[in-house]
């Protein structure tokens, strides 16, 4: 049912926990099935430089979270502007179409995150 | 280390069963319709299976109708009495398995009128909702014996009761079926003492094959049979008999009704050792549903704040197999029908986790089982956002 990088992610989840001090915060949840994503981030100059995240949910949900900060963490800031749902899902290999909306909070808590960050540092 | 712990689902078939099976497919290979030597070698292996079922359920041999499995089993005992009586009311409980609830379901489609009893908290029906729902108008009432999700026996030989009060009054065309799947081989299963008309029971979920099951039919019960063709089962299933799995299910049968006790004895202790365990080693964990009246191989638990497949394919990744009642699907939750009927709210629905026990479950297997449990639950508990720091930055959004 799940590609293996899903379940790998599942079994290792990548970048757990909560940054002290972040430069922003996104803090997301799906008001449908309440699957939920908290991602912390570090911003440095125009990139991102460190993440860490939580979730609940499902299987697809914890592991887009993980991924998410595979892909986020190194890259500058106008590049994850440009991210998307898709992008996610392609890390995973490929996710059920059912599932899709485990891709969409990923991006959305990166959203939310990046804007946190803008609205501490505005200009970046 | 596999640990297989899904048996409600399905079970291993044993080796006594294969080997039983195995001349049917190159040895006594006719049909067991023929006259001939090589047909009658076949139809005496059928009927042989079917004093072995007869035997398991103690019922008559000529009370028994090989089928294509549980779900045909159902659909023949309702779509049967509903097509010979007319289908004009039946009775059924919230938290029947999918073979009988959609089958009601079609049939009030085509106009039948049903009822959808509740259960309580325990996962029991309430006799008194029974009762109620009775109207002169019905034909049929159809309870499960024990659930597939929890192992909640329900109370039959009351409702049989119920049914005999009601014939005596002059009903005489209520009828009272039962999906005995998850019951036959865990407890006693006694069609006579039950007082039943109809029960339905499968041989993949006592270590016999796939495909095949049964209807037991009590003496004078008539119904419409469903498949058209030939003669066979006494005229009330048509189609040639599938001679290996029903050997199969005689074999399985047999071995179910001579281990039973200690089977079932062996499976309550490992069950019950399990539970104690996860209660002692893991915070915040239910027991869903009547801890007493349930069969002995089915623990059904709900873990706060862990979602129930996130559970499933943690524990598959290292080999573990289980169930669960949670299921997310385009952002929209369909949860286990059951444990909605028995009043769970959605967290705790979310977070279940059916672990089902057979004959062949080891000591061992559990503490595998339990370990990796308490090691996966604690994870995602560790992964899971605080709950208070939801208002500290917080973009509630509603996606697809």
Known sequence: MYTPQVAEHIANPRNVGELENPSGTGDVTNQVCMDRIRLTVRVE??????????????????????????????????????????DVANALGRLPAAKQHCASLAIEALRAALTDARRCRPGV | MRVYLDNSATTAVLPEVIEAMLPCFNEVYGNAQSVHGFGQRAKAMVERARREVASLVNAAPGEIVFVGGGTEADNLAIRGIAAAYGARHIVTTKIEHPAVLATCQALEEAGAKVTYLPVQADGIVNLDDVRAAITDETVLISVMYANNETGAIQPIEAIAAIVRERRERGQKHLHLHT????????????????????????????????????????????????????????????????????????????????????????????????????????????????????????????????????????????????????????????????????????????????????????????????AALEETVARLREMRPDEEAAGIQSSLSRSQ
């Open chain 2, 179 to 370: 999906d005995a799947v998850q019951s036959v081989g865990k407890i006693p299963v006694d069609v006579k003492r039950l007082g039943v008309d109809l029960l339905s029971l499968s041989a993949h979920k006592i270590h016999g094959p796939k495909g095949v099951g049964a209807l037991c039919i009590k003496k004078g019960v008539h119904l419409t049979k469903q498949m058209t063709g030939g003669h066979h089962e006494r005229d009330r299933r048509a189609g040639t008999e599938n001679v290996a799995g029903i050997v199969g299910l005689g074999r399985a049968a047999e071995l179910a009704r001579l281990h039973l006790g200690e089977r079932a004895a062996r499976m309550r202790e490992l069950r019950d050792y399990f539970e104690q365990q996860v209660i002692a080693r893991i915070a915040q964990v239910r027991v869903n549903g009547d801890r007493e009246r349930r069969v002995p191989n089915v623990s059904n638990l709900s873990f706060a704040g862990v979602d129930g497949e996130s559970l499933l394919i943690a524990l598959d990744l290292q080999g573990i197999a289980v169930s669960t009642g949670s299921a997310c699907a385009s952002g929209s939750l369909e949860p286990s029908h059951v444990l909605t009927a028995m009043g769970l709210t959605r967290e705790q629905v979310r977070g279940s986790l059916r672990v089902s026990l057979s004959a062949l479950t080891s000591r061992e297997e559990i503490d595998v089982a339990l």
């Open chain 1, 45 to 86: 100059g125009d990139r991102l430089s460190e993440a860490r995240v939580k979730a609940s949910g499902c299987p697809p949900t914890i592991a887009a979270a993980s991924v998410l900060t595979e892909l986020i963490v190194g890259r500058a800031l106008n590049e994850l502007d440009a991210m998307t749902k898709q």
